[in-house]
């Protein structure tokens, strides 16, 4: 009996490049959305990935079956993994997908609140080109803000940053979230 091999086309054609470009695309509204909401509600994205995540589980389950099937044995170990993958990483974008209406709902119904004014202690700075990020306590919790301003780069280093502020333009939102207008950097 010959040993049978079988070919699998791994190429992606333009409707999947299209639709993982969509993906991107919407998911990058989501991530601009989550980014201005302090107190960011996670455990809502953490229920809302482990449902999608069962439910693109269940979707997927008779597809990988069929393929499990095909595959050599030496190679089942990996084609399960990266199934894995796929399916959390489907999920992950599916979740955060589902929560743009959250978000904006919440940016939307804080334009009702009157702006506040708060000062954060800067926990910590990272000025590298691709992670401008500031950290600071927010009502006894961490949060990040990315973004930046010139004067990161002067106090990032031996803990200068103690020394200042992260000053917040906020509004209330739902759920304990709070939409940061504007934010600076302040001396003590």
């Known amino acids: 009996m010959k040993n049978k091999k079988v070919k699998v086309n791994t190429k992606l054609t333009i409707i999947d490049w299209s639709k993982l470009i969509g993906f991107v695309l ?3 509204f989501f991530i601009k959305s989550k980014d201005v909401i302090i107190n960011y509600p996670y455990w809502l ?3 809302a990935f482990a449902i999608v995540l069962v439910i693109v ?3 997927q389950y008779r597809t990988i079956q ?6 050599e044995k030496e190679d089942k170990l990996l084609f399960l993994v990266i199934n894995s993958l796929k399916i959390g990483v489907i999920a992950y974008f599916v979740s955060g997908i589902i929560l743009i209406p959250f978000n904006y709902y919440t940016i939307y119904n804080s334009k009702e609140s009157p702006v506040s004014s708060e000062k954060c202690e800067i926990t910590g700075i990272s000025t590298y ?3 401008r990020s500031i950290f600071f306590n927010f009502q006894g919790k961490t949060n990040v ?3 930046f301003k010139p004067i990161m780069e002067d106090i990032k280093d031996d803990g200068k940053f103690e020394n200042y502020y992260f000053a917040a333009e906020i509004r ?8 940061l207008e504007s934010w600076d950097i302040i001396q003590k």
């Open 26 to 28: 919407v998911y990058f």
């Open 45 to 47: 994205l953490f229920t």
């Open 57 to 59: 589980a269940i979707l």
């Open 66 to 71: 069929k393929e499990y099937s095909k595959i």
């Open 129 to 131: 080109s691709k992670n």
């Open 145 to 147: 803000v990315n973004g």
């Open 172 to 179: 209330q939102g739902v759920c304990n979230t709070y939409i």
